[in-house]
T-cell receptor
Framework: DAKTTQPPSMDCAEGRAANLPCNHS???????VYWYRQIHSQGPQYIIH???NNETNEMASLIITEDRKSSTLILPHATLRDTAVYYC?????????????FGSGTRLLVRP | EPEVTQTPSHQVTQMGQEVILRCVPI?????FYWYRQILGQKVEFLVS????????KSEIFDDQFSVERPDGSNFTLKIRSTKLEDSAMYFC????????????FGPGTRLTVT
């Protein structure tokens, strides 16, 4: 039940913005878009989420297209510590909670 | 900051043996999950648990798997008779309530079946 597609890898220079795209053309109206990242096979770490509107927090910004078929995660000033695998995720509601459907991830390399 | 913990960090077992992976979710959380990640692949949902029962499970979660919350703090995943293809990283996660937006993941247990 693949719901998101991402480029397998990207790189950017330290201090520059990293823009990570994601396609989720089959997303349903009540399904949120989430982004997590994973450093070295550690547990996934929450970054940001959104439904329709663009969102910003202390880590990143999330831009969701009006038709909700794609989104972009923006790390405004990437640092070397941002090197990680970034997962675009659809949050699927269940009867009593929700589950996260992970994409294949984008391996981001931040170059010095 | 509260965190999800998992033990052991690495478990090696022989094919056909039973293993129990342990997790301590964040103390006031009510919803618990197991995910797994086969090496080089994406993270996959296995099962969710709420109010002392399974609320949803994936196709991967067959009769060989079971979950339990034996004492109000631990949350365990048991694999009854391990197979080579069960080798993976297993992540436990929890969230506070149905509307809370963040699932908190533990550091994972690497299971190696030989």
């Amino acid at each position: 039940d693949a719901k998101t597609t991402q480029p397998p890898s990207m790189d950017c220079a330290e201090g520059r913005a990293a823009n990570l795209p994601c396609n989720h053309s089959t997303i349903s109206g009540n399904e949120y878009v989430y982004w997590y990242r994973q450093i070295h096979s550690q547990g996934p770490q929450y970054i940001i989420h959104g439904l329709k509107n663009n969102e910003t927090n202390e880590m990143a910004s999330l831009i969701i297209t009006e038709d909700r078929k794609s989104s972009t995660l923006i790390l405004p000033h990437a640092t070397l510590r941002d090197t990680a695998v970034y997962y675009c995720i659809v949050r699927v509601p269940m009867d009593s909670s929700y589950k996260l459907i992970f994409g294949s991830g984008t391996r981001l390399l931040v170059r010095p | 900051e509260p965190e999800v913990t998992q033990t052991p960090s690495h478990q090696v077992t022989q094919m056909g043996q039973e293993v129990i992976l342990r997790c301590v979710p964040i103390s006031n959380h009510l919803y618990f999950y197991w995910y797994r990640q086969i090496l080089g692949q994406k993270v996959e949902f296995l099962v969710s648990f709420y109010n002392n029962e399974i609320s949803e499970k994936s196709e991967i979660f067959d009769d060989q798997f079971s979950v339990e919350r034996p004492d109000g703090s631990n949350f365990t995943l048991k694999i009854r008779s391990t197979k080579l293809e069960d080798s993976a990283m297993y992540f436990c996660a929890s969230n506070l309530d149905r509307s809370s937006y963040e699932q908190y993941f533990g550091p994972g247990t690497r299971l190696t079946v030989t």
